[in-house]
């Protein structure tokens, strides 16, 4: 049985340090990196997941290559919600 997050081992990023995904002056480096992604699908998926019910101010740094504000707007729009949430 594998790991349901062995797609990680296969990650652009792990060849980085963290603190780069965080950072306003490494943004486009940052969505450089997950754009030439193999598991950027994973990735999203897995970030989608974990931020459910997320508001979204508190989405922080890019992850799957898009900002914590396009995760939000994305995850408004798979669940088809018109809420607006800013805590």
């Known amino acids: 049985m ?3 997050r062995d797609w990680e081992q296969l ?3 792990r ?4 603190d780069l ?3 306003d002056r490494s943004r486009g480096l940052a969505i450089a990196i997950c754009d030439g992604c193999l598991v950027r699908e994973e990735c999203l998926t897995a970030v989608l997941a974990r931020e459910d019910g997320v508001a979204k101010g508190h989405r922080m740094g890019i992850a ?3 900002t914590g504000t ?3 707007e994305l995850a408004r729009k798979n669940t088809g919600t018109s809420e607006v949430r800013t805590e």
């Not at 060849?15 to 963290?18: F, K, S, T, V």
């Open 2 to 4: 594998t790991a349901v």
């Open 11 to 13: 990650s652009a990023c």
């Open 15 to 18: 060849a980085y340090d963290p």
């Open 21 to 23: 995904w965080f950072s």
């Open 64 to 66: 799957a290559g898009l």
């Open 70 to 72: 396009q995760r939000w």
